[in-house]
């Protein structure tokens, strides 16, 4: 619940151009949220630093009081779309003893719904030619470091199975690719992100090689693991019993 006051309470940070914000977004956040809808609806290139504090509220010398660069900003959205399911990514392969086809599912599932939740397509822009510089190797790390966590994840449901790297990087591709399908679509608003999550698992899942009994299996206990998962690795972070 969020609690009333009497008077706005003060912000941390640099002033706005017309007063205080309605919005609750911080003002990094509302930076974050206008540079994602400039970057995708107007392109990258063509998107000034003057434009995102503009929409974002603030004047653009109050803006370098987050980020110092127009990169700064695209590093930290991409990464956003990628750093919750490494953790999670993380978590479900330090479990072992669970069916890897229910964590793939849970895994998928998850990462699907985090690109489809977002008000913004920010997957498109994975592949600007900016993101190959230095600045984003961060990110790049870690996108490489969940398309392992895929792999590893495919091979342990098949270990046999042939062309691991290139079934590893159409796994990767549907999740990604699905999603911007689905968020191509002039009906994508009508789907609901666990929909959408759902229905990319199941398409892993059939990637893997899994046969049906298998996949419904795999998603009804999977479909608790993402909650679970995330709650004992938070307990564990935190040096709880």
Same mark, same amino acid.
């Given at each position: ?79 956003? $779309?990628? +750093?919750?399911?490494?953790?999670? #990514?993380? =978590?479900? %392969?330090?479990?072992?003893?669970? *069916?890897? @086809?229910? !964590? ?88 609901? $992100?666990? +929909?959408?999550?759902?229905?990319? #698992?199941? =398409?892993? %899942?059939?990637?893997?090689?899994? *046969?049906? @009994?298998? !996949? ?26």
């Amino acid at each position: 619940m969020v609690t009333q006051h009497s008077r706005p309470s003060a912000r941390v940070g640099r002033p706005r151009v017309a007063g205080p914000s309605e919005s609750e977004l911080t003002p990094r956040e509302e930076v974050l949220a206008a540079a994602a809808e400039l970057f995708t609806e107007n392109g990258y290139a063509a998107t000034t630093t003057r434009a995102v504090a503009e929409k974002a509220g603030l004047r653009q010398a109050s803006m370098y009081h987050y980020f110092a660069r127009k990169e700064d900003i695209l590093a930290t959205l991409l990464e956003s $779309t990628v +750093e919750p399911s490494l953790l999670l #990514a993380t =978590a479900l %392969l330090a479990r072992p003893a669970l *069916d890897p @086809a229910a !964590r793939l599912w849970a895994l998928a599932a998850a990462d699907a719904a985090l690109l489809h939740r977002g008000l913004y397509n920010l997957g498109a822009l994975y592949q600007l030619p900016e993101v190959r510089g230095e600045r984003f190797a961060g990110f790049r790390r870690s996108r490489a470091e969940l398309r392992s966590a895929y792999g590893e994840l495919l091979h342990l449901i098949d270990p046999a199975g042939p062309g691991r790297e290139l079934r590893c990087d159409l796994l990767l591709g549907l999740v990604e690719g699905g999603v911007a399908v689905v968020r191509g679509r002039p009906e994508s608003s009508g789907y609901d $992100t666990a +929909e959408v999550g759902a229905a990319v #698992a199941d =398409a892993a %899942l059939r990637l893997a090689g899994c *046969d049906r @009994a298998g !996949r419904e299996a795999a998603a009804r206990e999977g479909a608790g693991l993402e909650a679970a998962v995330s709650a004992a690795a938070g307990a564990a972070a935190r040096g709880e019993a």
